[in-house]
């Protein structure tokens, strides 16, 4: 019941497509969902979030889809870039600001 | 002007020595955390924090002492540090109330 699972250890896009990381999780009581990229040798930044009431956040060139009724969200990067390979990890707030995160997607954008 | 730094960055310990991890924050906020991270698990909560003189067991606590002397610091102990611990650490702030955690730089830890 505490789970969140990210769909792909692993995920290649070329440069100027858009890439789509998912995630799934279990508790309905889950109420707010950030992503976090991660490069090497750095800790995770938070890159975009969106709660449970939004079905869609937006921000530049980063949308989350979020679909309450199928436990599901899914992270769009639009125009993908070679700077945006990198880590990807999405969480799950389970009580006051504790979160669990998935086992995180590895995205590599090709030249 | 990094805002949650980490000391070490790394560190090499040996089986049943002690290892204190440190963590600073300069956000003013009244949480703190830390985690672990190992390949295909994530990161996983060990202790928080939701002020100084607090602290509190996440997930993962088995073999983890925390400290929380003031707003500032939050420090991680290994009474009796186990090749299993062997990891990289997050240490991470947050406000609780928006629940956004910003996370410092990762402590490499080895324990031969």
């Known amino acids: 019941q505490q789970q969140v699972r990210q769909s792909s250890q692993s995920l290649t896009v070329w440069e100027g497509e858009t890439a789509i990381l998912n995630c799934s999780y279990e508790n309905s009581a889950f109420d707010y969902f950030p992503w976090y990229q991660q490069f090497p040798g750095e800790g995770p930044a938070l890159l975009i979030a969106i709660r449970s009431v939004s079905d869609k956040k937006e921000d530049g060139r980063f949308t989350i889809f979020f679909n309450k009724r199928e436990k599901n969200l899914s992270l769009h990067i639009k125009d993908s870039q070679p700077g945006d390979s990198a880590t990807y990890f999405c969480a799950a707030n389970y009580n006051q600001g504790k979160l669990i995160f998935g086992q995180g997607t590895k995205l590599s954008i090709k030249p | 002007e990094a805002a949650v730094t980490q000391s070490p960055r790394n560190k090499v310990a040996v089986t049943g020595g002690k290892v204190t991890l440190s963590c600073n924050q300069t956000n003013n906020h009244n949480n703190m955390y830390w985690y672990r991270q190992d390949t295909g698990h994530g990161l996983r909560l060990i202790h928080y924090s939701y002020g100084a003189g607090s602290t509190e067991k996440g997930d993962i606590p088995d073999g983890y002492k925390a400290s929380r002397p003031s707003q500032e610091n939050f420090s991680l102990i290994l009474e009796l540090a186990t090749p299993s611990q062997t990891s990289v650490y997050f240490c991470?702030?947050?406000?609780?109330?928006?629940?956004?955690?910003?996370f410092g730089p990762g402590t490499r830890l080895t324990v031969l």
């Open positions: 991470a702030s947050g406000t609780g109330g928006v629940y956004e955690q910003y």
